[in-house]
């Protein structure tokens, strides 16, 4: 007989419930290695995040002088020497390679880095807790106060933590749209209530997002909401290293002073002295001994606090380190440990960087500053003239990406003594039309060729268009075809 499933075990699976209710973590502060590498790199990202859009970058008479400018208006990327039309999607593509390639990498080497050191959650929660510790005192305090109810005092502090909050949320998304427009110009118009509705909107957006996330969801982002630890666990190997706790050396864990008796009876014994130190600090509230967890963003804090206990205790630190299970049971089998960074996959990874790179790279000195773009008309595709002659008619689309106005000559090669015409642009020479383009601007032109009856090809043939920069002898050449009705 099928047995009944009720509602509470659609809600279980092989490790427990799938519903737990929420429970606010404390994290307690910690000082050492990790928290110091943590700092350091808060300060750098915050910094470059912050500072970035006021930084200057000369391009010449007109042109933006903003290191790093998204300008949608002219539908421009700046990045200090680097200049993307829309033209160029293809180098984002890149981008986003490089990038993923690079956190497999990260992932490949030393397990979650990305999401413990760099991701933008892990960044800002800290910075938010720095504030919450500042305010309302470590771990401990807060433990109390919570279970102790407000106050006045502690109303306050609170009023006064949410207000920083707030300042930095709001500052963080004052500082995303400085990228979309110049910097020190859009501040000024904010402060006096002049900047497009966009620009408020957006860091209203943005503030009441870093707010939330970064005050309130906290390690419910990186546990419940984000992609990325379910996706790195399909992506690690055997090899990676990972915060681990080593429990070859940790086990049997027992108090100190338990521990201190038998080791003076010479009976065996672990190092953890079970004192929870690793769990207080841990920013997702997580104990690491019970082996590597979704939930662990392997930000190493947990190494610290673990180091500190053993130091006092004297004994051996990295008891939970940057470790693999692969050396665990070595040193359980009594052999050392070995570390393995050059393998296939992490070479993989770097030769795939390298590659996107150098294409990139070459792509980008090579790049043209002329471009031609053609599109042969649909309806009708060719009209026969009273004289027999066949006409094809095209859409020109020219780029000039130079900072400057610059005469251009367009020639077509196709069918025999074909003859070419640009629509609209009287002035032009009619058998090497020219035209000027204007600095920094796409042009659209329409152009018809035109076959001569007794040279009608009666068929679809190439045709090339080449555009030639009169002055700088640059040229841009593209080909479709033509055809005969
Ligand atoms: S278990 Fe350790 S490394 Fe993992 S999140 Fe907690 S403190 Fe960070
Ligand atoms: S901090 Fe170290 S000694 Fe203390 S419980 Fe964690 S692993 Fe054990």
């Given amino acids: 007989m099928n047995k009944m499933v009720s509602p509470g075990d659609l809600l279980m699976d092989d490790d ?68 993307l039309w829309p033209q160029e999607v293809y180098y984002f593509t890149g981008l986003l390679i490089l990038a993923a390639v690079s956190l497999f990498l990260m992932n490949a080497l030393g397990g979650r880095i990305w999401c413990g050191y760099l991701c933008p959650q892990t960044v800002w929660t800290d910075l938010f807790y720095a504030v919450e510790r500042w305010l309302e005192g470590d771990r401990r305090e807060r433990i109390k106060a919570d279970a102790a109810g407000m106050n006045a005092g502690r109303a306050a502090k609170r009023v006064l933590k949410h207000t920083i909050w707030l300042v930095i949320a709001w500052w963080t998304g004052g500082a995303w749209v400085l990228y979309f427009a110049d910097a020190p110009t859009l501040v000024k118009d904010l402060a006096t209530f002049q ?97 590597s967890q979704l939930d662990c963003i392997q930000c190493g804090l947990c ?52 590659a996107v790179g150098a294409i990139m790279l070459y792509a980008m000195l090579t790049r043209t500053l002329l471009d031609v773009n053609v599109l042969h008309d649909r309806n009708p595709i ?41 629509i609209g642009a009287d002035s032009v020479t009619q058998d090497r039309p020219m035209i000027i383009l204007a600095r920094d601007t796409t042009t659209e032109l329409r152009l018809l060729v035109t076959a001569p009856a007794e040279n009608n090809p009666g068929k679809s043939v190439s045709v090339h268009f080449r555009v030639t920069d009169i002055g700088l002898g640059e040229v841009a050449t593209t080909t479709d075809h033509f055809v005969s009705p």
Wanted: glycine share 6%.
């Fill in 382 to 422: 060719a009209v026969k003239l009273a004289d027999g002659s066949i006409r094809n008619a095209y859409t020109v689309r020219l780029l000039n990406k130079r900072g400057f106005d610059r005469v251009i000559a367009i020639d077509v090669d196709g069918p025999v003594n074909a003859t070419l015409h640009v």
């Fill in 195 to 291: 900047a497009p509705l966009v620009a408020y909107i957006w860091i209203a957006i943005l503030t009441l997002s870093t707010y939330l996330l970064a005050g309130f969801m906290r390690e419910q982002v990186c546990v419940y909401m984000c992609p990325w630890p379910r996706i790195q666990a399909a992506l690690t190997d055997e090899w990676a290293l990972n915060v681990t706790y080593k429990y070859d050396r940790g086990e049997a864990r027992t108090s100190l002073k338990k521990a201190n008796e038998l080791r003076a009876l010479g009976q065996p014994v672990g190092d953890c002295i079970d004192c929870y130190q690793c769990v207080a600090v841990c920013p997702t509230g997580i104990d690491i001994r019970n082996g």
């Fill in 303 to 354: 190494i610290d606090a673990c180091d500190a206990v053993m130091t006092k205790i004297s004994r051996e630190t990295r008891l939970i380190g940057y470790d693999n299970d692969i050396n665990i049971h070595r040193r359980e089998a009594g052999k050392p440990p070995v570390y393995r960074i050059v393998r296939p996959r992490t070479i993989t990874y770097v030769a795939m960087i390298a």
């Fill in 16 to 83: 427990g419930p799938l519903y737990v209710a929420h429970k606010k973590v404390y994290p307690q502060s910690v000082s050492g290695t990790f928290r110091n590498i943590k700092w350091r790199l808060m300060a750098v990202c915050l910094g470059i995040y912050y500072l970035l859009p006021f930084v200057r970058w000369n391009r010449g008479l007109g042109a933006p002088d903003q290191a790093v400018l998204i300008d949608f208006p002219n539908r421009r990327f700046y990045f200090f020497f680097i200049e």
